[in-house]
């Protein structure tokens, strides 16, 4: 009976990483799940579903030897894989601005309140070197209704100084 | 009147194309009456080809009522359709009855002019918006064997498109 596991890995990026370490999985007999794979800051991270018929060490000898060619550190987490059950999101937020520290607590601390469930969020930092932007876009579901977040979301621009757009995402099933 | 079975993907049938209809008789009719009770039959669709339920003639049937606060143009049955022009983008989230439990995002014409027969055999214009515009572009791809899946947009590209999209410099073109 094969589980799921996390198989988490950071390092600096080159190329070739995904193909050894996916490939590594394979010839051990692992079945690839949902994955994210970005390159934040010149890092390269991966966090992967791994489906493996051993224990987490058998996985961590599994991809130990990649790891160490590449300089990465992984970790391993034993998980419920619980695919082919997505939560659609039902609202896009934007908020950027000059970036300052504080931005994404701010604002996801805002939209907690108010009953928003983050499903996905990207940030990239932009800009200059001596004047850099944040530019984060969250999805999620709006448990309370969109008019709350809307509000909120106004008030956190004029408090904060940050431009805020929300949308609601209208999924069409064709 | 029968509830039709609906292709899943990776049924490789779903990726031909389909050809026109040439006899609006009888036989055509019964058909469109079951596509149409297979669309209300399914979850929350808006629109559904000939194709996904393995009848390969482009035939769609559409249908956005259900949506509060958009132009519409009510059911239509459009049999042999052509998008005659295009104009602007906007990107939303698309599901399909072929592709259960998996949505993305694709970019589609804001506005369209639509040139079709309906199960008579009589030729329509339409000009439709955004929402409409949208499931008719996604069913009709399902007649030259197009799926969402073939026309999705990154996370990225969103930001850009959507900022993009709130700008105020775009003219209406009606």
């Known amino acids: 009976m094969k589980k799921w596991f996390m198989l988490i890995l950071v390092g600096k990026d080159q190329p070739g990483i995904v193909a050894q370490i996916t490939r590594a999985l394979y010839e051990g007999e692992c079945n690839l799940g949902e994955a994210s794979m970005v390159r934040l800051g010149g890092n390269f991270t991966v966090m992967l579903m791994v489906q493996f018929a051993g224990d987490e060490q058998a996985l961590d000898h599994l991809v130990g030897p990649i790891c160490k060619s590449f300089n990465l550190r992984h970790h391993v987490d034993s998980i419920e894989g619980e695919l082919l059950h997505h939560v659609e999101p039902d609202v896009r937020i934007t908020v950027y601005g000059a970036d300052r520290a504080g931005i994404v607590a701010e604002a996801t601390g805002t939209l907690a309140e108010k009953g928003f469930n983050i499903l996905n969020l990207e940030s990239d930092v932009g800009g200059t070197a001596e004047d850099p932007i944040y530019i984060m876009t969250i999805e999620g579901v709006a448990e309370q209704g969109i008019e709350i977040l809307e509000e909120a979301l106004t008030k956190l621009a004029q408090d904060q100084g940050l431009e805020t757009q929300l949308e609601p995402i209208d999924t069409l099933i064709g | ?174």
């Not at chain 2, 209809?21 to 149409?36: G, M």
């Not at chain 2, 808006?46 to 259900?66: H, K, T």
């Not at chain 2, 590209?157 to 959507?162: K, M």
């Open chain 2, 1 to 174: 009147m029968a509830v039709l079975d609906i292709l899943i993907y990776p049924d490789p049938r779903l990726k031909q194309v389909s050809k026109p209809v040439e006899q609006f008789d009888d036989a055509l009719r019964a058909f469109v009456r079951n596509l149409e009770e297979t669309l209300e039959a399914g979850p929350g669709g808006v629109g559904i080809a000939a194709p996904q339920v393995g009848r390969f003639e482009r035939i769609v049937i559409v249908d956005v009522s259900c949506k509060p606060k958009i132009k519409h143009h009510g059911r239509l049955v459009l049999i042999n359709p052509e998008i005659t022009s295009r104009e602007g983008t906007v990107i939303g989230r698309e599901g399909c009855l072929s592709v259960p439990d998996y949505t993305g995002n694709v970019a589609r014409a804001k506005f369209i002019t639509l040139r079709a027969r309906d199960e008579f055999g009589k030729a329509h214009e339409f000009h439709m918006e955004r929402y409409e515009a949208r499931a008719v572009q996604h069913e009709m791809d399902h007649l030259d064997g197009l799926l969402l899946l073939d026309r999705l947009v990154s996370r990225r590209d969103l930001f850009r498109r959507q900022v993009k999209e709130s700008s105020p410099a775009k003219p209406h073109p009606e």
